[in-house]
């Protein structure tokens, strides 16, 4: 599959290094300009370029910037693209966005509505902290291993969706449609804490709208290799 990767920090560049060690021809494009691109891209195995030309090349995007950035892209280039979108909310980051802070809509639910219904949104590997993406993979038939979260309003989407999931080392869970994926963006009860699918799956359904785990508090939860080697 040709994947493209927006957004070249972190996050960008580890799915980018995972995604071609499962075969896949990749290219990673920024929001910001091409700066030192071609250099993580070149770290990562993968083609550097720019964004119209990612989009083009792709027959799937993982979408990993900043959420204030996703009203800098042109939807245009979206349409008919399946895009996995790993972004969440940072207020002190991206801004106070009211429509997040009254709980009106969702982060992946924001950008489905600015690229419009010719994107299949798919919210993706956003429940992950950057050190545990590699250090945590399994492959299928491990026991233990890692679940992670998704959601979308394509079922064709999310299948191909949880297939990558599988290849990058890790159990998919269908947590729904966007409108239910607050149950696993910043601060609720699954968001980045190392969960086999049975705690995954209960994790999501004890989440409650508004209500907050301590902000920070998933950077000192238990790790996936501490909690099952």
Excluded at 76 to 96: C, M
Excluded at 120 to 129: C, R, W
Excluded at 197 to 214: D, H, I, K, Y
Aim: net charge neutral; with cysteine.
């Amino acid at each position: 599959m040709k994947i493209g990767i927006i957004g070249a920090g972190a996050i960008g560049s580890t799915l980018a290094r995972v995604a071609v060690r499962c075969g896949h021809e990749v290219a990673m494009a920024n929001s910001t300009g091409m700066g030192n691109l071609q250099e993580l891209a070149q770290a990562a195995g993968c083609h550097g370029g720019k964004l119209n030309e990612v989009t083009q090349f792709s027959d799937l995007l993982i979408l990993a910037i900043p959420l204030k950035a996703i009203w800098q892209l042109e939807p245009s280039l979206f349409e008919g693209k399946i895009v996995l979108d790993a972004n969440n909310y940072y207020p002190a980051r991206d801004g106070v966005i009211s429509a997040l802070e009254r709980q009106e809509t969702t982060t992946s639910g924001m950008l489905q509505a600015h690229l419009g219904n010719r994107a299949k949104v798919v919210k993706f590997f956003n429940a992950i902290m950057q050190r545990d993406i590699e250090s945590d993979a399994r492959p299928l038939g491990t026991s233990p291993r890692r679940a992670l979260p998704m959601a979308g309003n394509d079922m064709d989407a999310k299948k191909i969706a949880a297939e990558l999931m599988n290849q990058f080392g890790f159990d998919a869970i269908d947590a729904g449609t966007l409108e239910e994926s607050w149950r696993f963006e910043r601060a609720m009860p699954c968001y980045c804490i190392a969960l086999v699918a049975e705690e995954l799956t209960t994790a999501l359904a004890s989440a409650q709208r508004g209500v907050e785990l301590p902000h920070g508090s998933w950077q000192t939860s238990r790790r996936f290799i501490q909690a099952y080697g």
